[in-house]
């Protein structure tokens, strides 16, 4: 049973505009979440994260969304710039348990 | 700076060798967890320790254990390597306790081929 689900594989966006990458749960005892974004041949790195109490987090041209009735998060990027091209991961975590992450959506800016 | 290190980068084994992925982390962290990846199936838990000599099966353990020896270290054996263990493997770890985030830190990753 998948609980955390990225159902977009892949997003093409052009360089400037807004990317929105989606992510949907189906444990309402998943408190803390966060993503990931990671390049080929490395390791992910923590991007930005939210907690349940809040339903928005901002981090310079990244903004996650949490929308806890709908059990959706999203995160935005604006503007989306070349570099951010790689695969995000979201995550979720209950009461500080092990991170469960989502099948990653492998984002691809065009100059 | 705090690290995970994952001993090799690229590996190439041969069916039905035994296997050793080593991560060493220097952040004095508790939990240390052991992922594969592979493409549209994401970060799949192998498995992971919550602190030393402590070992729990994740999602996908078939075909694989763990050693926790030393708090710093936590290995991932393939006992008999196979073909569809071809994988990236990555080795994470986080600090348990209040105050603390929740998120991992990643070693790099070790790409793996089972020929």
């Known amino acids: 049973d998948q609980q955390v689900k990225q159902n977009s594989p892949s997003l093409s966006v052009q360089e400037g505009r807004i990317s929105i990458l989606n992510c949907d749960y189906t444990n309402s005892m998943f408190d803390y979440f966060l993503w990931y974004k990671k390049y080929p041949a490395e390791g992910p790195t923590f991007l930005i994260s939210i907690s349940s109490i809040k339903d928005k987090n901002e981090d310079g041209r990244f903004t996650v969304f949490l929308n806890k009735s709908a059990k959706h998060l999203s995160l935005h990027i604006v503007p989306s710039q070349p570099g951010d091209s790689a695969v995000y991961f979201c995550?979720?975590?209950?009461?500080?348990?092990?991170?469960?992450f989502g099948q990653g959506t492998e984002l691809s800016v065009k100059p | 700076d705090v690290k995970v290190t994952q001993s090799s980068r690229y590996l190439v084994k041969r069916t039905g060798e035994k296997v050793f992925l080593e991560c060493v982390q220097d952040m004095d962290h508790e939990n240390m967890f052991w992922y594969r990846q592979d493409p549209g199936l994401g970060l799949r838990l192998i498995y992971f320790s919550y602190d030393v000599k402590m070992k729990e099966k994740g999602d996908i353990p078939e075909g694989y254990s763990v050693s926790r020896e030393k708090k710093e270290r936590f290995s991932l054996i393939l006992e008999s390597a196979s073909t569809n263990q071809t994988s990236m493997y990555l080795c994470?770890?986080?600090?348990?306790?209040?105050?603390?985030?929740?998120?991992?830190?990643f070693g790099s990753g070790t790409r793996l081929t089972v020929v």
């Open positions: 994470a770890s986080r600090r348990t306790g209040t105050g603390f985030p929740y998120g991992y830190t």
């Open positions: 995550a979720a975590s209950a009461q500080g348990g092990k991170l469960i």
